[in-house]
């Protein structure tokens, strides 16, 4: 189809940008990962040209560019697991005294895995870059595009600022 045609192709991502941002925006929530993936998804169609079967282009670049954003929210989910448990590694030490304080230790990362898993999107985001990606209210508020106030808010709301 427009294998070798650099033209085309540009034609192509003009007339779909605004629909595969959309798709992925839809899953991801963050402009700023929703664009980077956006602009992924085109490099996965440009080199899956050559597997297209005619069978309804729109269609089709919704299903990878759907397909790439769960792949994406789900490598964040696994990072954000990544450096919890090494947080939580170095918070509670290596070292145990005996089994009943590992299975303690064990315990309370359960819970507090289980009480940020049930926070709404938005807190959770906030509380998790505060105390455990470290983030200063400046730097969440400019990834947010919200102000500061905003960061403040939403942790005091939680009871936790």
């Given at each position: 189809?427009?294998?070798?045609?650099?033209?085309?192709?540009?034609?192509?991502?003009?007339?779909?940008?605004?629909?595969?941002?959309?798709?992925?925006?839809?899953?991801?929530?963050?402009?700023?990962?929703?664009e980077?993936?956006?602009?992924?998804?085109?490099?996965?169609?440009?080199?899956?040209?050559?597997?297209?079967?005619?069978?309804?282009?729109?269609?089709?670049?919704?299903?990878?560019?759907?397909?790439?954003?769960?792949?994406?929210?789900?490598?964040?989910?696994?990072?954000?697991?990544?450096?919890?448990?090494?947080?939580?590694?170095?918070?509670?030490?290596?070292?145990?005294?005996?089994?009943?304080?590992?299975?303690?230790?064990?315990?309370?990362?359960k819970?507090?895995?289980d009480?940020?898993?049930?926070?709404?999107?938005?807190?959770?985001?906030?509380?998790?870059?505060?105390?455990?990606?470290?983030?200063?209210?400046?730097?969440?508020?400019?990834?947010?595009?919200?102000?500061?106030k905003?960061?403040?808010?939403?942790?005091?709301?939680?009871?936790?600022?």
């Amino acid at each position: 189809m427009l294998e070798g045609n650099d033209h085309a192709f540009r034609l192509l991502v003009e007339k779909y940008r605004n629909d595969v941002f959309r798709t992925v925006f839809a899953v991801l929530r963050d402009e700023k990962e929703a664009e980077d993936a956006a602009q992924e998804v085109f490099m996965k169609i440009y080199t899956s040209l050559s597997r297209y079967e005619n069978q309804g282009f729109k269609t089709w670049i919704t299903r990878i560019a759907v397909n790439h954003a769960i792949d994406t929210k789900r490598k964040t989910a696994r990072r954000r697991e990544d450096i919890i448990e090494a947080i939580e590694q170095q918070a509670f030490g290596t070292s145990k005294d005996s089994i009943e304080n590992e299975l303690f230790d064990n315990d309370r990362r359960k819970q507090v895995r289980d009480k940020l898993d049930e926070l709404p999107d938005n807190y959770r985001d906030v509380i998790y870059g505060f105390y455990i990606a470290e983030k200063s209210y400046q730097q969440m508020a400019d990834e947010q595009n919200v102000q500061i106030k905003t960061i403040e808010t939403k942790l005091y709301r939680r009871g936790i600022g």
